[in-house]
């Protein structure tokens, strides 16, 4: 046993990096995010296991990607948060089927499969990890990772190593029923075949379409707000209804819109950026100011895509 706990509970001591009071905001994208109480970063899946074995149940965990879907608030996380490095990047190509580690971006998994001939272009211009990609059922250009997916492994808040299925789950609209403190650590994808030279193309033509529609030079989390009539019976999201968010944000007066360092996005509406020095509580507060001012002129609720966590500071 090693360390104390914020409120004393002696920690396990893994073999990987475990960081006290470490400030998140340089691991999200928004560049917000006060401490969290313990940074853990496993040195491989047998470190990860025993870790979350020998943790007192007492003490939650947090998994957390490459922060590109979240508002960390400025008060930080009172959890031991999981970020996987190295030990979990690799992929791997079986004829169609690709293996990744969770913390192998989509970009590069994208590419990976498109050499080998599979066609898992749709993950190209997520700037997420595939722990991230699998948790939130990201998706674009009408295919879903729920579309591609085949398994994934994942290590339990009680340290067991488990194979998780479709079944197990349940993908919907960028959620999923992974259990609490579980933490990916694998995923297995099926994609159609292609020709690799046409899939490079397709992958070139997304990230210009992208650069010239969205602020993906800026500090953002994304799309802020779901589509509001954004669900089909299926519960997959339509991408191609009428009532897209930033219509609405627009139609609001709201693109542009600014509170402190914060901003919903001149080049697309539903982007939330960070300008400079914003804190979460700006983006957060701004974000709500557009809920309401988009209900009170359209009577549409706006739901948040992008995830908010951790506690504000403590005079907020
Ligand atoms: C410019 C930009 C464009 C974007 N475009 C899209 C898009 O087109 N489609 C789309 O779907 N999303 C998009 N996003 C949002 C985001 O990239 C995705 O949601 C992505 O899947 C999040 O991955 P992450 O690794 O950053 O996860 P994080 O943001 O770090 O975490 C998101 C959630 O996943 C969980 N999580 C992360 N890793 C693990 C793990 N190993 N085990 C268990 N849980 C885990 C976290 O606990 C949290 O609940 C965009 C974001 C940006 C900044």
Not at 79 to 93: K, Y
Not at 251 to 280: C, I, P, W, Y
Request: with cysteine.
């Amino acid at each position: 046993m090693g360390g104390q706990g914020r409120d004393m509970i002696p920690l396990p001591t893994p073999r990987g990096r475990l960081t006290p009071n470490r400030r998140l905001a340089d691991l999200t994208w928004l560049r917000v995010g006060g401490p969290a109480d313990w940074l853990f970063q496993p040195a491989d899946e047998d470190d990860l296991a025993a870790f979350l074995r020998d943790l007192d149940p007492s003490i939650p965990v947090f998994p957390m990607g490459v922060g590109s879907n979240l508002i960390v608030r400025d008060g930080g996380i009172r959890a031991v948060v999981i970020r996987l490095g190295r030990g979990f990047n690799g992929i791997s190509v079986a004829g169609a089927r690709v293996t990744a580690g969770a913390a192998a971006l989509d970009a590069h998994v994208a590419r990976r499969a498109a050499e080998a001939g599979v066609d898992l272009t749709f993950l190209r211009t997520i700037p997420g990890s595939i722990g991230g990609a699998v948790r939130m059922n990201a998706g674009c250009y009408g295919t879903y990772v729920a579309d591609v997916f085949v398994s994934a492994r994942a290590v339990t808040r009680q340290g067991r190593i488990v194979t998780l299925g479709s079944e197990d789950l349940n993908f919907r609209y960028r959620r999923t029923d992974l259990p609490e403190g579980a933490v990916l650590i694998e995923a297995t994808f099926q994609g159609p075949p292609g020709e690799p030279a046409e899939l490079a193309a397709r992958m070139a033509a997304q990230l210009k379409k992208r650069d010239e529609t969205q602020p993906v030079r800026e500090r953002s989390a994304g799309s802020t707000f779901r589509n509001p009539a954004g669900f089909s019976s299926t519960g997959r999201a339509d991408d191609v209804h009428d009532l897209k968010a930033w219509k609405v944000i627009d139609d609001a007066g709201m693109r542009g819109a600014r509170l402190g360092g914060a901003q919903m996005s001149e080049k697309h509406a539903n982007f939330l950026v960070n300008t400079g020095g914003a804190t979460a509580a700006e983006l957060e507060a701004l974000g709500e100011k557009v809920r309401k001012m988009v209900y009170d002129s359209s009577g549409i609720t706006l739901e948040w895509e992008i995830m908010r966590v951790g506690e504000p500071l403590g005079d907020e």
